[in-house]
């Protein structure tokens, strides 16, 4: 019997595998022939979260009563630590009973506001470049795309004449990242500022994702501190990148009380709570010390980058020093076509994987990206290898 061909969703057409999902198969293909692939590629922490970290994890894990399942919203100890830490670092006030809202990761956290605040056909302003989830999702969930444009000539801030001269009239939310990802430019209380204004004037949301606040950088800056951000704004904020928990997916937005208890009501339908041993792990990493923030976030991250910005230089490619992040983004020389011409080579000569910025928007084609998450050691081998072929 001949069986009816069975096709997926129509949605599926409108995205394709994540860029970093494909490459990874080449790269593990590459592997298996011998090949020894170093990558500084992905944006994965390799160091691990403080040690009361673990340990509590471990404690908590040990206690018969604290595998249930827990409260879609966290534990009260969590949304606490969540506000406590907004309190102590951002100078932000937060009601933890209604004002924060844990999430399983910003990915999550993506989806979730743009179920509870956009219909299908609304638009959404996504940064270009910018991160692919924003686009991704929004397609999968019949949003229409609207780019806006950032560029290495404005500090890859927001261009906001540009962005008046739009058609707004459909626009329902406004993803910004800053620090930016991933051009490592900087967060600018001027920009967060306007950034308030022009989501008031507008009646738009703007959520801003800001995970690297901590990675390279003394100044704490959150769209949260300008007065007004939270009656048209939502922050993301991730414990992935600030405290080495990538694979825990813990993560936060906040915003009023209101736009909360939407999120929480698509949430709550989709998933339920994280495993109590990871969120009580998490409130006590929370309080990790100015000590251990400087030499994991900082500290570290400058070493590496010394070595990074080597890479850069015998590659022929021009960076800001003054960018923050775990990434260091730098422009290609004119000489190269594309910049795949630029990437492959090193992936296939020097046995390096680095990142092609056109994967995160067409302002993004003549740019490199190269993740701080490696080794010294490891880094300095990928430098030696480049040098081998380029110099």
């Given at each position: 019997m001949e069986s009816k061909r069975i096709e997926p969703a129509e949605r599926l057409s409108l995205v394709s595998e994540y860029y970093f999902s494909r490459k990874?198969?080449?790269?593990?293909?590459?592997?298996?022939e011998g090949r020894d692939i170093i990558s500084l590629a992905i944006g994965s922490p390799d160091m691990p979260p403080s040690e009361q970290t673990v340990e509590k994890l471990c404690e908590v894990a040990h206690d018969p009563s604290a595998h249930g399942y827990q409260p879609t919203m966290g534990t009260p100890e969590l949304r606490q630590a969540m506000a406590d830490f907004y309190q102590r670092w951002y100078d932000v006030s937060l009601d933890p009973k209604s004002e924060v809202l844990p999430l399983i990761g910003s990915k999550e956290g993506i989806l979730h506001v743009t179920l509870a605040l956009v219909n299908p056909g609304d638009e959404v302003l996504v940064p270009n470049p910018g991160y692919p989830?924003?686009?991704?999702?929004?397609?999968?969930?019949?949003?229409?795309?609207?780019?806006?444009?950032?560029?290495?000539?404005?500090?890859?801030?927001?261009?906001?004449?540009?962005?008046?001269?739009?058609?707004?009239?459909?626009?329902?939310?406004?993803?910004?990242?800053?620090?930016?990802?991933?051009?490592?430019?900087?967060?600018?209380?001027?920009?967060?500022?306007?950034?308030?204004?022009?989501?008031?004037?507008?009646?738009?949301?703007?959520?801003?994702?800001?995970?690297?606040?901590?990675?390279?950088?003394?100044?704490?800056?959150?769209?949260?501190?300008?007065?007004?951000?939270?009656?048209?704004?939502?922050e993301f904020n991730s414990m992935s990148k600030s405290h080495n928990m990538p694979?825990?997916?813990?993560?936060?937005?906040?915003?009023?009380?209101?736009?909360?208890?939407?999120?929480?009501?698509v949430q709550s339908?989709?998933?339920?709570?994280?495993?109590r041993g990871i969120q009580l792990a998490a409130a006590e990493a929370y309080k990790n010390d100015d000590a251990w923030h400087r030499e994991y976030n900082i500290n570290t991250y400058a070493r590496r980058r010394r070595y990074a910005e080597e890479i850069m230089r015998v590659l022929g490619c021009t960076f800001d020093p003054s960018q923050v992040g775990m990434f260091l983004w730098g422009r290609i020389p004119d000489k190269y076509a594309d910049v795949e011409e630029l990437t492959e080579r090193v992936l296939h000569e020097a046995r390096v994987f680095i990142?092609?910025?056109?994967?995160?928007g067409s302002n993004g084609q003549r740019y490199i990206r190269i993740s701080l998450c490696a080794k010294e050691e490891i880094i300095l081998e990928a430098l030696r290898r480049i040098e081998s072929v380029f110099i």
């Open positions: 990874l198969k080449e790269v593990a293909q590459l592997n298996a989830t924003y686009t991704s999702l929004s397609k999968i969930l019949g949003a229409n795309i609207v780019n806006y444009n950032l560029s290495e000539e404005n500090g890859w801030q927001p261009d906001f004449d540009e962005l008046e001269r739009m058609d707004l009239s459909r626009v329902k939310l406004m993803w910004t990242n800053y620090p930016n990802m991933p051009t490592g430019g900087r967060a600018r209380r001027e920009t967060y500022e306007r950034l308030v204004q022009f989501g008031a004037d507008h009646g738009l949301v703007v959520v801003n994702d800001n995970p690297y606040s901590f990675i390279l950088s003394e100044e704490h800056l959150s769209i949260l501190q300008v007065a007004g951000a939270k009656d048209c704004c939502i694979g825990w997916r813990v993560g936060l937005c906040a915003s009023n009380a209101e736009f909360i208890s939407w999120i929480l009501k339908n989709i998933e339920s709570g994280t495993f990142t092609p910025g056109f994967i995160f």
